[in-house]
């Protein structure tokens, strides 16, 4: 009996350091296809490249936004402001956790704001998480908020906004509070409906 319960128990070892070790690799590669662009090892990257990276990041997320929803280009342009994230988030057992960089820009004075953002799930289940999201500020005070205080995303009122909706709604994104709206772009195209929630957004010290 005792024979048994050591083979039982060594083959559990086993199988459970295949799944971690497989989905320990999984979750590289897409950190690698999703993340800003890694640089070498062998130097730390200044600040100021890696500011460059994260406006690299928002201007390719804005070219791919305005491809999948063409007024979102008016939107973002006449708004108070706007910010830009890309996050990768891995979510394994029943707490996950994802991480993501961006900038916030004043349309109107065009001063940049270098962002982080923090996101944690809960509820059971195993996967990768790949976005970029896109915010759209119709007033100033929103905007700043944003920016000075932080913002928290529980994302369980969020409405989605459809072509045709009255007032100043925003097609194809996704309404986060009176006047704040968000656009969330996956491997599949543009959400209809926002799949982030318990996220938070605050400044980077260290970029700005």
Not at 137 to 162: I, M, R
């Amino acid at each position: 009996m005792m024979y048994r319960k050591a083979i039982g128990f060594g083959i559990a070892l086993f199988i459970g350091g295949i799944v971690t070790g497989g989905s320990s690799a999984y979750a590289e590669e897409e950190k690698k296809k999703w993340s800003l662009p890694s640089f070498s090892s062998k130097k730390k990257p200044t600040k100021q490249e890696m500011q460059t990276e994260v406006r690299n990041m928002a201007k390719e997320t804005l070219a791919r936004l305005y491809q999948l929803q063409p007024n979102a280009r008016k939107a973002v342009r006449t708004s108070a402001g706007y910010a830009v994230f890309s996050n990768f988030g891995m979510k394994i057992g029943v707490l996950g956790s994802g991480s993501g960089e961006g900038i916030a820009i004043n349309n109107k004075t065009k001063k940049e704001v270098f962002m982080k953002m923090l996101e944690l799930q809960t509820g059971l289940g195993l996967g990768i998480q790949r976005f970029r999201l896109v915010w759209v500020f119709q007033n100033k005070k929103d905007f700043d908020n944003f920016v000075n205080s932080g913002w928290e995303l529980s994302g369980e009122t969020a409405v989605a906004a459809k072509k045709g909706d009255s007032g100043k709604a925003v097609a194809g994104a996704v309404q986060e509070a009176p006047g704040v709206w968000v656009y969330q772009m996956t491997d599949d195209g543009l959400a209809l409906e926002l799949t982030v929630k318990g996220s938070k957004y605050y400044k980077d010290k260290k970029l700005n």
